[in-house]
Structure formats: structure tokens, C-alpha cells
């Protein structure tokens, strides 16, 4: 029995499980995966099969209908182990299936998340182009209504789930006209294949290698109107809604990544001798430790009640922020203490630590810069 408020013993038993699938089938190929940048089709559709797609979609659409907790122990535990395994499921949740579930015309949630939830096919979140990102409203793809078509130009990058061959298509925010003078955003679905739409891998990544990152192209691309996504000029409400349930994914990445830098920590300081014992019985190892347990139990606490609120329809869009901006920040602070205890054992490929250490780095840029949600957090306290 958990000793949680927030945990039941199926989240335990949900734990174990995508522990067990961890350990047994990403660890063994996370190095190699990330060294070649490689993006496994078949390690995806493996996650399918164990259900870590659609985790919140209902059944009858092909998902498990689970809470969500249970998403966030999911992304936690794959990104224990990889954050790139648990990028992919958090981009397929929180960015393709959530806003299509919320907003989607029953078409297009038929149509849609019964592929997504399957593991054989990924979806991508259009937001980011060269001049747009945490500058939402500097969006500068376009989307205009032609004989009952979208015809659509622009382009977009630093896309997660776009370029693989089973990205099935992206979720887009374009410009649709204009509003007293402020660009009209709108969200636009657009499926792989449609005349127009292109798109090319970005590699030479830092981090999360073994995911899929690429640049979008739309080029007179044109989709019927019937493609968009809830309402004409809700786009910016709808990407930002996204974003405030997919910081909460982000922030379970950190959390997996810190306590799985924290676990190797331990594990490298009992056996590491020097001077005649373990070096973690040195104050200053141990400290570093303990250190660690301490943010990872207070970004734990701040995650799963962020998790809670939001399960039990309470405002959570300033929880959110916060848990994101600290877990973040404290993977950093984690992944560099871990290498530190590791020396130089941790600079080398392929041991964990270095690419901890790598990885982290995302964490505070991605759905969110710091910065960026140091000011959502101030508005909340009226500033």
C-alpha cells in the first residue's frame, strides 16, 4: 500500500510495470539509439502495445482512460531510464491527442486517435517557426479559405514526431486574418501525404537524439475546411491550453531524468574507493545525495499535486508552471552534482551520466522557456 495522498496502488502497480518494460527493453539500446540518432520504429509501436499511447484517451477510441497521474508516472519512469523514449510518448499524449480529444469534431477524433493511441503512427504540434515560439502571436504561417479549402504557407522547426515515416501529420497554428488589428490564430489539422506538405529531419541534436525533431514545409498545401481545429481564431487558446498540460509531461521528464541520475549517483559512490572506502561515506558525497533526494521529493510533491488539480477539474495552469520551472531547473542542478560524484567515469559514451547531462538541458527551454514561466508564475501574483 502506497504511503502517498496522491498515489493508489494501481499507480504502483502502473510504475512497475513501465519500470520492468524500461529496464528490459530501452536501457539495453538507449546508447546505441542516441549515438546514432536513430528513431526506432519498432521500440514505438513496442510502447503501443504496452499502452503508453492515448493513457488518458477513452476506450472507446482506443485509449486506456486513465487519470492523469498515471500519464505522468509513465513519462517519469521511460525518462528514468531515456528521455528520449519519453519525449516521444509525452509529444503523442499531450500535444497530438490532447488538443484533438478537447477541441476535435467527433470526425476527426474517429478519424485521428485510434492510430495515435497504436504506437504505429506519431503526430506533431505545429507552434515553432524562426520567429515564433515563446512569441506565440509572432506566428507567420498563413492559412487562407479558398472554395471550402485551407490553403496553407509557411513553415515550421524544431517540430518533436514530424519526420519520421510514421508521423501521420501535425496539429498547426496559422494566421487566418486579422482582428482588430491582431493577428487571427487558428488551428489546422494537416495529414501526412496532402500536396504541399513536406518535410526533413533535423539532426545533429545535443539532445533527446533518439527522438524525431524535423522542419515542416507548407507550400500552397491545401486541406479541406472541415480540418480545423475547434473554432477560427481559437488557435492561440487552444496551442497555449496544450502547453499548459504538456509542461506538466516536461516536468515528469525532469523528475524521471534527476532520479535516475540520483539512482546511478548512489550506485557509482558505494563502489568508488578512494582513500580507503567508499566514497560515499565522505560528507561531501553524501551531502551532494541527499541534496539530491530533497529536490527530487519536492518536485515530486509539486508535480503530482499540479496532477491532482487538474484530475479533479481545479485550476492548475499556475501549478503547472511552477512544477515545470522547478523540476526543470533542478534536473540541471542533479545531472551536474551526478557528474560531478562520477568524475571522469561520467564524461565518456556511452554511460548514463553524460547523457543525463545532455538531456537535462531541454528541460528549460521546451513547452516553456524559464524565463517564460517566470512570468506566467508573476502574473499570477499580480505583477
Not at 524525431?212 to 514545409?217: E, N, V
Not at 557509482?268 to 533526494?293: C, E, N, Y
Not at 551536474?336 to 561520467?346: K, L, N, S, V, Y
Amino acid at each position: 500500500m502506497t504511503n502517498s495522498p496522491f498515489l493508489t496502488e494501481a499507480h504502483e502497480k502502473l510504475r512497475k510495470q513501465v519500470r520492468e518494460f524500461a529496464e528490459k527493453e530501452i536501457r539495453p539500446v538507449a546508447a546505441g539509439l542516441d549515438e546514432g540518432e536513430i528513431f526506432s520504429t519498432e521500440l514505438t509501436a513496442r510502447m503501443g502495445e504496452m499502452g503508453f499511447f492515448g493513457i488518458q484517451a477513452p476506450k472507446e477510441l482506443g485509449g486506456r482512460g486513465l487519470d492523469t497521474l498515471s500519464y505522468i508516472i509513465i513519462v517519469e519512469e521511460l525518462a528514468r531510464v531515456d528521455s528520449s523514449q519519453a519525449a516521444t510518448v509525452a509529444a503523442v499524449n499531450s500535444l497530438a491527442i490532447a488538443p484533438i480529444l478537447k477541441y476535435g469534431t467527433e470526425e476527426q477524433k474517429k478519424r485521428i486517435i485510434p492510430k495515435l493511441c497504436t504506437g504505429k503512427m506519431i503526430w506533431a504540434f505545429g507552434l515553432t517557426e524562426e520567429n515564433a515560439g515563446s512569441d506565440a502571436m509572432g506566428s507567420e504561417t498563413t492559412a487562407r479559405l479558398e472554395n471550402g479549402q485551407w490553403v496553407i504557407n509557411g513553415s515550421k522547426m524544431h517540430i518533436t514526431n514530424s519526420a519520421s515515416e510514421i508521423s501521420g501529420g501535425v496539429t498547426l497554428q496559422a494566421v487566418t486574418g486579422e482582428n482588430k488589428g491582431r493577428k487571427k490564430l487558428s488551428a489546422i489539422i494537416v495529414e501526412r501525404g496532402t500536396p504541399g506538405f513536406t518535410s526533413e529531419r533535423m539532426t545533429g541534436k545535443m539532445m533527446w537524439r533518439a527522438s524525431d525533431t524535423g522542419r515542416l514545409f507548407f507550400n500552397n498545401c491545401k486541406v479541406p475546411k472541415e480540418n480545423l481545429l475547434g473554432e477560427e481564431g481559437q488557435g492561440g487558446r487552444i496551442m497555449l491550453n496544450t502547453l499548459d498540460s504538456g509542461r506538466l509531461s516536461i516536468a515528469a521528464i525532469g523528475l524521471g531524468l534527476s532520479r535516475g541520475a540520483m539512482e546511478a549517483s548512489i550506485e557509482h559512490a558505494k563502489q568508488r574507493v578512494q582513500f580507503g572506502q567508499p566514497i560515499s561515506k565522505f560528507q561531501a558525497v553524501s551531502f551532494k545525495l541527499s541534496d539530491m533526494d530533497v529536490k527530487i521529493e519536492l518536485a515530486k510533491n509539486t508535480l503530482y499535486n499540479a496532477c491532482w488539480r487538474k484530475d479533479n477539474n481545479l485550476q492548475f495552469a499556475r501549478e503547472a508552471a511552477i512544477s515545470k520551472l522547478y523540476t526543470s531547473e533542478i534536473a540541471r542542478e542533479i545531472a551536474d552534482e551526478a557528474f560531478q560524484i562520477h568524475g571522469a567515469t561520467g564524461v565518456f559514451k556511452p554511460h548514463q551520466i553524460e547523457r543525463f547531462y545532455r538531456d537535462q538541458r531541454l528541460l528549460q527551454i521546451g513547452e516553456g522557456t524559464s524565463e517564460i514561466l517566470r512570468l506566467v508564475i508573476s502574473r499570477y501574483l499580480g505583477v
